[in-house]
Protein backbone atom coordinates (compact mmCIF):
# COMPACT_ATOMS: atom_id res chain seq x y z
CA UNK A 1 0.00 0.00 0.00
CA UNK A 2 2.76 2.66 1.08
CA UNK A 3 4.86 2.03 -2.10
CA UNK A 4 2.39 3.90 -3.61
CA UNK A 5 2.34 7.10 -1.59
CA UNK A 6 2.60 9.51 -3.68
CA UNK A 7 5.17 12.14 -2.43
CA UNK A 8 4.23 15.01 -4.26
CA UNK A 9 2.01 16.83 -2.77
CA UNK A 10 -0.15 18.23 -5.90
CA UNK A 11 -1.45 22.05 -5.60
CA UNK A 12 -5.39 20.27 -3.95
CA UNK A 13 -3.16 18.96 -1.17
CA UNK A 14 -1.45 22.10 -1.02
CA UNK A 15 -4.49 23.69 -0.19
CA UNK A 16 -5.96 20.89 1.88
CA UNK A 17 -2.81 21.29 4.31
CA UNK A 18 -3.15 25.04 4.10
CA UNK A 19 -6.94 24.57 5.24
CA UNK A 20 -5.69 22.06 8.12
CA UNK A 21 -3.12 24.61 9.19
CA UNK A 22 -5.32 27.20 9.32
CA UNK A 23 -8.43 25.32 11.06
CA UNK A 24 -5.90 24.15 13.90
CA UNK A 25 -5.72 27.78 14.99
CA UNK A 26 -9.22 27.76 14.98
CA UNK A 27 -10.97 24.41 16.64
CA UNK A 28 -8.62 24.58 19.55
CA UNK A 29 -11.16 23.88 22.43
CA UNK A 30 -11.95 27.31 24.03
CA UNK A 31 -10.56 28.04 27.40
CA UNK A 32 -12.09 26.67 30.23
CA UNK A 33 -13.69 29.18 32.52
CA UNK A 34 -13.66 27.87 36.75
CA UNK A 35 -17.18 28.36 37.71
CA UNK A 36 -19.07 27.56 40.86
CA UNK A 37 -22.08 24.82 40.40
CA UNK A 38 -24.74 25.89 38.81
CA UNK A 39 -27.93 25.56 40.89
CA UNK A 40 -30.66 24.45 38.72
CA UNK A 41 -34.36 26.11 39.34
CA UNK A 42 -37.34 25.71 36.79
CA UNK A 43 -36.58 27.21 33.50
CA UNK A 44 -37.89 31.07 33.14
CA UNK A 45 -37.29 30.91 28.92
CA UNK A 46 -35.07 29.47 26.66
CA UNK A 47 -32.84 31.82 24.51
CA UNK A 48 -32.17 30.67 20.30
CA UNK A 49 -29.70 31.94 18.55
CA UNK A 50 -30.70 33.66 15.22
CA UNK A 51 -28.81 30.62 13.55
CA UNK A 52 -30.84 28.43 15.56
CA UNK A 53 -34.29 30.13 14.76
CA UNK A 54 -33.66 30.18 10.76
CA UNK A 55 -32.29 26.78 11.02
CA UNK A 56 -35.83 25.66 12.60
CA UNK A 57 -38.14 27.63 10.03
CA UNK A 58 -36.00 27.03 7.03
CA UNK A 59 -35.51 23.58 7.26
CA UNK A 60 -38.93 22.77 8.59
CA UNK A 61 -40.14 24.50 5.25
CA UNK A 62 -37.31 22.66 3.45
CA UNK A 63 -39.30 19.27 4.86
CA UNK A 64 -42.36 19.97 3.90
CA UNK A 65 -41.36 20.31 0.46
CA UNK A 66 -39.78 16.82 0.29
CA UNK A 67 -41.19 13.38 -0.25
CA UNK A 68 -41.56 12.55 2.44
CA UNK A 69 -42.86 16.31 3.79
CA UNK A 70 -46.29 14.61 4.97
CA UNK A 71 -44.31 12.44 8.04
CA UNK A 72 -42.97 13.96 11.24
CA UNK A 73 -39.42 15.05 11.51
CA UNK A 74 -37.40 16.78 14.55
CA UNK A 75 -34.15 17.71 15.67
CA UNK A 76 -31.87 18.06 18.96
CA UNK A 77 -30.94 20.62 20.59
CA UNK A 78 -27.40 21.44 22.27
CA UNK A 79 -26.67 24.69 23.88
CA UNK A 80 -25.70 25.98 27.69
CA UNK A 81 -28.19 25.82 30.78
CA UNK A 82 -27.76 28.32 33.08
CA UNK A 83 -29.99 28.28 36.69
CA UNK A 84 -33.25 29.44 35.44
CA UNK A 85 -32.70 29.87 31.03
CA UNK A 86 -31.12 28.03 28.79
CA UNK A 87 -29.52 29.00 25.33
CA UNK A 88 -29.68 27.08 22.22
CA UNK A 89 -26.68 26.73 19.99
CA UNK A 90 -26.76 24.33 17.83
CA UNK A 91 -29.62 21.80 15.83
CA UNK A 92 -28.76 17.89 15.22
CA UNK A 93 -31.20 16.91 12.72
CA UNK A 94 -33.43 13.72 12.41
CA UNK A 95 -31.59 12.68 9.62
CA UNK A 96 -32.43 10.74 6.98
CA UNK A 97 -32.22 7.45 8.31
CA UNK A 98 -35.06 8.59 10.98
CA UNK A 99 -37.75 6.20 11.99
CA UNK A 100 -41.03 8.07 10.85
CA UNK A 101 -44.64 8.53 9.82
CA UNK A 102 -47.09 11.05 9.87
CA UNK A 103 -47.56 9.94 13.69
CA UNK A 104 -44.09 9.68 14.99
CA UNK A 105 -40.63 10.12 14.55
CA UNK A 106 -37.57 8.26 15.81
CA UNK A 107 -34.24 10.10 15.61
CA UNK A 108 -31.43 8.74 13.95
CA UNK A 109 -29.28 9.13 16.72
CA UNK A 110 -25.86 7.76 15.86
CA UNK A 111 -25.30 10.71 13.13
CA UNK A 112 -26.57 13.04 15.94
CA UNK A 113 -24.31 11.37 18.42
CA UNK A 114 -20.78 12.10 16.35
CA UNK A 115 -22.50 15.23 15.92
CA UNK A 116 -22.56 16.28 19.35
CA UNK A 117 -18.73 15.34 19.62
CA UNK A 118 -17.94 17.54 16.73
CA UNK A 119 -19.87 20.95 17.77
CA UNK A 120 -18.47 19.45 21.40
CA UNK A 121 -15.10 20.68 19.92
CA UNK A 122 -15.61 24.52 20.14
CA UNK A 123 -16.96 24.12 23.76
CA UNK A 124 -17.20 21.05 26.08
CA UNK A 125 -20.14 23.06 28.15
CA UNK A 126 -22.47 22.54 25.44
CA UNK A 127 -25.44 20.14 26.62
CA UNK A 128 -28.06 18.37 24.84
CA UNK A 129 -31.02 20.68 26.34
CA UNK A 130 -34.09 19.03 24.72
CA UNK A 131 -36.11 18.05 21.40
CA UNK A 132 -38.30 20.06 18.60
CA UNK A 133 -40.36 17.82 16.55
CA UNK A 134 -43.23 19.01 14.19
CA UNK A 135 -46.41 17.24 14.15
CA UNK A 136 -48.39 17.17 10.77
CA UNK A 137 -51.87 18.54 11.76
CA UNK A 138 -52.56 21.70 13.66
CA UNK A 139 -51.69 19.86 17.54
CA UNK A 140 -49.49 22.94 19.12
CA UNK A 141 -48.85 21.01 22.38
CA UNK A 142 -46.91 17.74 22.77
CA UNK A 143 -49.23 14.42 22.57
CA UNK A 144 -50.08 12.31 25.92
CA UNK A 145 -47.51 9.58 23.83
CA UNK A 146 -44.99 12.60 23.89
CA UNK A 147 -45.22 13.28 27.88
CA UNK A 148 -44.96 9.58 28.99
CA UNK A 149 -41.73 9.52 27.17
CA UNK A 150 -39.93 12.94 27.89
CA UNK A 151 -41.11 12.32 31.65
CA UNK A 152 -38.65 9.75 32.09
CA UNK A 153 -36.06 11.06 29.67
CA UNK A 154 -35.59 14.48 31.33
CA UNK A 155 -34.02 12.81 34.23
CA UNK A 156 -30.89 11.97 31.78
CA UNK A 157 -30.85 16.41 31.68
CA UNK A 158 -29.33 18.99 33.95
CA UNK A 159 -31.68 20.55 35.96
CA UNK A 160 -34.11 17.46 35.31
CA UNK A 161 -35.88 19.73 32.72
CA UNK A 162 -35.86 19.38 28.95
CA UNK A 163 -37.10 21.46 26.33
CA UNK A 164 -39.41 20.55 24.01
CA UNK A 165 -40.81 22.22 20.42
CA UNK A 166 -43.19 21.56 18.14
CA UNK A 167 -43.50 22.55 14.62
CA UNK A 168 -46.87 22.73 13.10
CA UNK A 169 -47.56 24.69 9.36
CA UNK A 170 -50.85 26.11 10.96
CA UNK A 171 -49.62 29.52 11.24
CA UNK A 172 -51.39 32.52 10.09
CA UNK A 173 -49.81 33.35 6.37
CA UNK A 174 -49.30 36.87 6.38
CA UNK A 175 -48.78 38.34 2.51
CA UNK A 176 -45.15 39.45 2.24
CA UNK A 177 -43.98 38.48 5.70
CA UNK A 178 -40.07 38.84 5.78
CA UNK A 179 -39.53 38.19 9.73
CA UNK A 180 -40.67 35.89 12.16
CA UNK A 181 -43.40 37.33 15.21
CA UNK A 182 -44.25 36.11 18.45
CA UNK A 183 -48.47 36.21 18.59
CA UNK A 184 -47.41 34.58 22.59
CA UNK A 185 -44.32 34.75 24.84
CA UNK A 186 -43.96 30.76 23.97
CA UNK A 187 -45.02 30.72 19.87
CA UNK A 188 -43.25 32.04 17.37
CA UNK A 189 -44.82 32.22 13.60
CA UNK A 190 -43.39 32.88 9.82
CA UNK A 191 -44.90 32.21 6.46
CA UNK A 192 -46.81 29.58 8.07
CA UNK A 193 -45.05 27.83 10.55
CA UNK A 194 -45.13 27.55 14.10
CA UNK A 195 -42.94 26.38 16.50
CA UNK A 196 -44.73 26.46 20.13
CA UNK A 197 -42.25 26.00 23.07
CA UNK A 198 -42.47 24.35 26.31
CA UNK A 199 -40.39 23.38 29.34
CA UNK A 200 -40.77 19.97 31.56
CA UNK A 201 -39.40 18.18 34.60
CA UNK A 202 -39.33 15.74 36.42
CA UNK A 203 -42.05 14.63 38.04
CA UNK A 204 -44.38 17.15 36.76
CA UNK A 205 -47.57 16.39 35.01
CA UNK A 206 -47.93 18.33 32.00
CA UNK A 207 -45.43 20.85 30.20
CA UNK A 208 -45.35 24.32 30.57
CA UNK A 209 -45.34 26.91 27.80
CA UNK A 210 -42.08 28.11 27.60
CA UNK A 211 -41.53 32.10 26.96
CA UNK A 212 -38.72 32.06 23.96
CA UNK A 213 -36.24 34.73 23.05
CA UNK A 214 -34.05 35.77 20.52
CA UNK A 215 -30.64 36.56 20.68
CA UNK A 216 -27.42 36.95 18.10
CA UNK A 217 -25.66 33.59 17.31
CA UNK A 218 -24.52 31.04 15.76
CA UNK A 219 -26.31 27.43 14.98
CA UNK A 220 -22.64 25.85 15.74
CA UNK A 221 -24.26 22.59 13.68
CA UNK A 222 -25.66 24.31 10.90
CA UNK A 223 -22.31 23.39 8.61
CA UNK A 224 -23.01 19.55 8.93
CA UNK A 225 -26.47 19.61 7.88
CA UNK A 226 -25.40 20.10 4.23
CA UNK A 227 -23.44 16.85 4.95
CA UNK A 228 -25.75 14.95 7.23
CA UNK A 229 -26.54 12.23 4.61
CA UNK A 230 -22.80 10.98 4.43
CA UNK A 231 -22.29 11.93 8.45
CA UNK A 232 -25.19 9.43 8.81
CA UNK A 233 -23.86 6.56 6.75
CA UNK A 234 -20.28 6.81 8.71
CA UNK A 235 -21.17 7.79 11.74
CA UNK A 236 -20.86 4.14 13.55
CA UNK A 237 -17.41 3.58 12.27
CA UNK A 238 -16.67 6.91 12.92
CA UNK A 239 -17.82 7.10 16.74
CA UNK A 240 -15.79 3.71 16.70
CA UNK A 241 -12.81 5.36 16.09
CA UNK A 242 -12.97 8.17 18.19
CA UNK A 243 -13.45 6.42 20.92
CA UNK A 244 -10.57 4.00 20.33
CA UNK A 245 -8.18 6.90 18.85
CA UNK A 246 -7.38 9.72 22.04
CA UNK A 247 -6.84 12.99 20.13
CA UNK A 248 -8.90 12.44 17.29
CA UNK A 249 -9.66 15.95 15.95
CA UNK A 250 -12.56 17.06 13.69
CA UNK A 251 -13.07 19.36 10.95
CA UNK A 252 -16.04 20.25 9.08
CA UNK A 253 -14.78 21.53 5.27
CA UNK A 254 -16.31 22.81 2.11
CA UNK A 255 -14.82 23.70 -0.85
CA UNK A 256 -15.43 23.28 -4.74
CA UNK A 257 -15.85 19.73 -5.00
CA UNK A 258 -18.32 19.79 -1.64
CA UNK A 259 -18.77 19.55 1.87
CA UNK A 260 -16.37 16.93 3.54
CA UNK A 261 -15.40 15.98 7.15
CA UNK A 262 -11.82 15.62 7.97
CA UNK A 263 -10.42 13.34 10.70
CA UNK A 264 -7.22 13.93 12.38
CA UNK A 265 -5.71 11.07 14.08
CA UNK A 266 -2.34 11.73 15.74
CA UNK A 267 0.98 9.53 15.69
CA UNK A 268 3.08 9.20 17.95
CA UNK A 269 5.65 11.04 16.32
CA UNK A 270 4.93 15.54 17.27
CA UNK A 271 3.17 16.72 14.17
CA UNK A 272 2.89 13.99 12.28
CA UNK A 273 -0.66 12.25 11.67
CA UNK A 274 -3.19 10.32 9.78
CA UNK A 275 -5.85 12.07 7.96
CA UNK A 276 -8.93 10.95 6.32
CA UNK A 277 -11.25 13.03 4.43
CA UNK A 278 -14.74 11.94 4.03
CA UNK A 279 -17.02 13.49 0.91
CA UNK A 280 -20.07 12.26 -0.06
CA UNK A 281 -18.76 9.97 -3.18
CA UNK A 282 -15.37 8.52 -1.34
CA UNK A 283 -13.03 8.56 1.76
CA UNK A 284 -9.53 9.80 1.40
CA UNK A 285 -6.36 9.09 3.50
CA UNK A 286 -3.42 11.24 3.98
CA UNK A 287 -0.42 11.06 5.79
CA UNK A 288 1.00 13.67 7.44
CA UNK A 289 4.45 12.82 8.12
CA UNK A 290 7.62 15.60 8.80
CA UNK A 291 5.70 18.62 7.50
CA UNK A 292 5.02 16.53 4.29
CA UNK A 293 1.34 15.84 3.53
CA UNK A 294 1.30 12.42 1.24
CA UNK A 295 -1.91 10.95 -0.41
CA UNK A 296 -2.14 7.50 0.46
CA UNK A 297 -3.72 5.39 -2.36
CA UNK A 298 -5.68 2.92 -0.48
CA UNK A 299 -9.68 3.06 -1.09
CA UNK A 300 -11.36 1.62 1.93
CA UNK A 301 -15.03 3.13 2.69
CA UNK A 302 -14.88 1.56 5.79
CA UNK A 303 -13.21 4.58 7.69
CA UNK A 304 -12.44 2.25 10.86
CA UNK A 305 -10.74 -0.54 8.91
CA UNK A 306 -9.56 1.83 6.22
CA UNK A 307 -7.40 3.75 8.88
CA UNK A 308 -6.31 0.26 11.28
CA UNK A 309 -4.55 -1.07 7.62
CA UNK A 310 -2.62 2.31 7.29
CA UNK A 311 -1.86 1.93 10.90
CA UNK A 312 -0.54 -2.04 10.41
CA UNK A 313 0.76 -0.81 7.36
CA UNK A 314 2.88 2.21 8.90
CA UNK A 315 3.81 -0.24 11.91
CA UNK A 316 5.25 -2.83 9.66
CA UNK A 317 7.68 -0.18 8.13
CA UNK A 318 8.42 1.04 11.34
CA UNK B 1 8.09 25.57 51.15
CA UNK B 2 5.06 26.69 52.49
CA UNK B 3 2.31 24.07 53.92
CA UNK B 4 -1.13 26.23 54.88
CA UNK B 5 -3.88 24.03 55.74
CA UNK B 6 -6.61 24.28 53.62
CA UNK B 7 -9.33 26.40 55.02
CA UNK B 8 -13.36 25.04 55.36
CA UNK B 9 -14.42 26.09 51.58
CA UNK B 10 -11.09 25.19 49.86
CA UNK B 11 -11.39 21.73 51.31
CA UNK B 12 -14.89 21.10 50.61
CA UNK B 13 -14.00 22.73 46.42
CA UNK B 14 -11.10 20.18 46.63
CA UNK B 15 -12.72 17.20 47.62
CA UNK B 16 -15.60 17.81 44.84
CA UNK B 17 -12.96 18.52 42.14
CA UNK B 18 -11.55 15.23 43.32
CA UNK B 19 -14.96 13.17 43.15
CA UNK B 20 -15.92 15.02 39.58
CA UNK B 21 -12.71 14.03 38.39
CA UNK B 22 -12.73 10.46 39.11
CA UNK B 23 -16.76 9.88 38.56
CA UNK B 24 -16.86 12.13 35.89
CA UNK B 25 -13.67 12.99 33.78
CA UNK B 26 -14.14 16.06 35.31
CA UNK B 27 -10.97 18.43 35.00
CA UNK B 28 -8.47 19.98 38.00
CA UNK B 29 -7.02 23.01 37.36
CA UNK B 30 -3.78 23.54 38.54
CA UNK B 31 -1.93 26.92 39.17
CA UNK B 32 0.84 26.77 36.83
CA UNK B 33 3.20 28.89 38.54
CA UNK B 34 2.60 27.53 41.84
CA UNK B 35 0.74 24.09 41.08
CA UNK B 36 -1.74 24.78 43.93
CA UNK B 37 -5.68 23.86 43.18
CA UNK B 38 -7.47 26.39 40.91
CA UNK B 39 -11.23 25.21 40.83
CA UNK B 40 -12.31 23.09 38.24
CA UNK B 41 -14.38 23.82 34.80
CA UNK B 42 -17.94 23.62 33.71
CA UNK B 43 -16.74 21.09 31.04
CA UNK B 44 -19.66 17.55 30.33
CA UNK B 45 -18.50 14.68 29.33
CA UNK B 46 -19.31 13.59 25.82
CA UNK B 47 -20.88 10.34 28.03
CA UNK B 48 -23.39 12.72 29.29
CA UNK B 49 -24.29 14.57 26.43
CA UNK B 50 -24.31 11.15 23.80
CA UNK B 51 -26.13 9.40 26.72
CA UNK B 52 -28.81 11.61 26.39
CA UNK B 53 -29.14 11.94 22.94
CA UNK B 54 -29.01 7.75 22.62
CA UNK B 55 -31.84 7.87 25.06
CA UNK B 56 -34.47 10.81 23.27
CA UNK B 57 -37.93 8.78 22.87
CA UNK B 58 -39.83 8.11 20.20
CA UNK B 59 -41.67 10.97 19.59
CA UNK B 60 -45.54 11.16 18.44
Known amino acids: ?318 | MDFRPLNDTERRQLINALRGNAESDRAILMDRRDTSFLGTTEEVTDEEVISAIKSVPCHY
Open chain 1, 1 to 318: MLQALVGSATRWLSDLQRSWHRSRQSTQPSTSTLSAPINYGPLERVLLTDGVGRTLFEEFASHRSEARGDEETGWVLLGLREGREAVVLATLPAGAMRDASVAHVRFNSNAQAVASRIVRQTDRRLITLGVVHTHPGSLRHPSDGDLRGDGQWVANLRGKEGIFGIGTADGPEIAGDLFAYQPRPHVQCMSGLRFSWYSLREGERAYRPLPVELTIGPDLARSLHDFWATLEFHAERIDRLYRQQSGMRFQVMSDKWGPGLLLTLPLAERGDAVQVLIRPKEVRYYLLRGGDLLEVQHHDDCVDRGVYLLLAELAARA
